[in-house]
């Protein structure tokens, strides 16, 4: 099927250049501007460039611009790679439960569904790999999951039980997953979201050779405003929506993590250059917006509802344990909490699961868009690609609507090498 995002590839081809990169790496500051001193971030990121590379730095209006085509380019030309070492294509997915297709029936633990989304490319991958049926994150959220991944650590080693708990803080210096790969040589990048954003958190600049752009373009912006309706949490995105080449966040993720993989991959065929790419979907994430494509995939009449066995909390579950899950319910019921067993009506469950669905095929296109260039770049023997998530999420089965619990929904996650 030709989805709409591989219709706006042929439409705006990809690059083989960074001319139209330039904002990638922009990093927001507030204490650049004249008179100020540079924020702890912008310190934290200087600190960490390599010295031959500290030159690309670029003061604008109150931003730190650092130009990755510059930074990439140097490393290229100065990396002394390792013949035969494997490079990594590291992706991973926010809020995803394996209810993949390849993950179907015995894999999936989870006997009170019926449906089977629509992953072909996902399932593709799995075919090829190591694929983990039973893997189960260390915390059910998105910054200690994340942290406790990364480092190696368990949370309470880590001490990150919260959003706004930053590792590098609270704990000793602990050297991560790309941060490893970079003291080895490789050229460790990152686009997108790998450790947590937000609440505090910018990135682990230490982590990486260049460090994720945080801004791709002003779509974000107009998922509350001229698209949907305010603190909208779905929708479909059709054509006469988008302005010109205007890509979604993850849309504009895959586009960049194309064109570097364009850039690596004569020097990481050669030998001269290892990679470490770090690839992090923000889908099936709320809000759950894609292209209306995606929707089409799942009429509501094929959704399914919670099974009368798991609608609500276990006979003997002790209440005084139960998470309001107020991220989605705060919009959909207008109220700030959630009572045990509370639950939304069919028409809204239905509607919800049919969103999130929507946006798990969605991020299934956009990684089959980098598969496929692997593939054509002449990667695929060379390269290991990892494909994971940070935890799963409840779709109203427990009445609960999110993750944080220790039921199966929340904590077991997909987790394939290749």
Not at 229 to 252: F, K, Y
Request: proline content about 7%.
């Amino acid at each position: 099927m030709l989805l709409l995002f591989r219709n706006v590839q042929n439409k705006f081809p990809l690059g083989n250049n960074f001319e139209d990169t330039s904002r990638i790496g922009l990093v927001k500051s507030e204490g650049t501007k004249e008179g100020k001193q540079p924020t702890k971030q912008e310190v934290q990121l200087k600190d960490h460039l390599p010295t031959h590379i500290s030159t690309v730095y670029e003061q604008v209006t109150g931003h730190i611009v650092i130009r990755a085509e510059e930074r990439l380019a140097l490393l290229l030309n100065t990396s002394t790679g390792t013949p035969n070492r494997k490079n990594v294509l590291f992706i991973m997915s926010d809020d995803l439960r394996p209810q993949l297709g390849s993950y179907w029936g015995r894999h999936y633990p989870n006997p009170f569904t019926n449906l089977k989304p629509y992953t072909p490319h996902l399932d593709r991958l799995a075919s090829n790999s190591l694929l983990l049926t039973r893997a189960y994150v260390q915390y059910p959220i998105c910054g200690p999951s994340r942290a406790s991944l990364l480092t190696g650590r368990r949370p309470d080693t880590v001490t990150t039980w919260k959003l706004e708990t930053i590792f590098r803080e609270v704990q000793r210096n602990f050297t991560t997953l790309p941060e490893y790969f970079k003291d080895k040589g490789y050229i460790s990048i990152n686009l997108g979201k790998i450790f947590h954003q937000g609440h505090g958190w910018k990135n682990d600049f230490q982590s990486w050779n260049i460090p994720e752009p945080v801004e791709y373009n002003h779509f974000q912006e107009l998922y509350s405003s001229r698209l949907l309706l305010p603190h909208a949490v779905s929708g479909a995105i059709t054509p006469d929506q988008r302005e010109g080449n205007m890509l979604t966040p993850d849309e504009s993720l895959t586009q960049y993590s194309v064109n570097y993989l364009r850039r690596l991959a004569p020097y990481a065929k050669s030998g001269n250059v290892n990679f470490f790419l770090g690839v992090g979907y923000h889908r099936p994430h709320l809000p759950w917006i894609c292209s209306k494509e995606f929707y089409d995939l799942y009429p509501m009449e094929s959704m399914d509802l919670p099974r009368k066995e798991n609608k609500y909390y276990p006979k003997h579950y002790p209440l005084n344990e139960h998470q309001p899950h107020i991220e989605l319910l705060r919009h959909v019921l207008n109220k700030t909490t959630h009572e045990p067993n509370e639950i939304l009506s069919d028409y809204e469950t239905k509607y919800y699961r049919r969103a999130y669905f929507a946006c798990v095929s969605f991020v299934d296109d956009m990684v089959g868009i980098l598969l496929d260039e692997v593939e054509k770049l002449g990667l695929s023997e060379s390269t290991i690609v990892m494909f994971l998530g940070d935890h799963g999420w409840h779709l109203g089965e427990n009445s609960l609507w999110g993750k944080i619990t220790a039921f199966e929904q929340s904590n077991h996650t997909p987790l394939m090498i290749k």
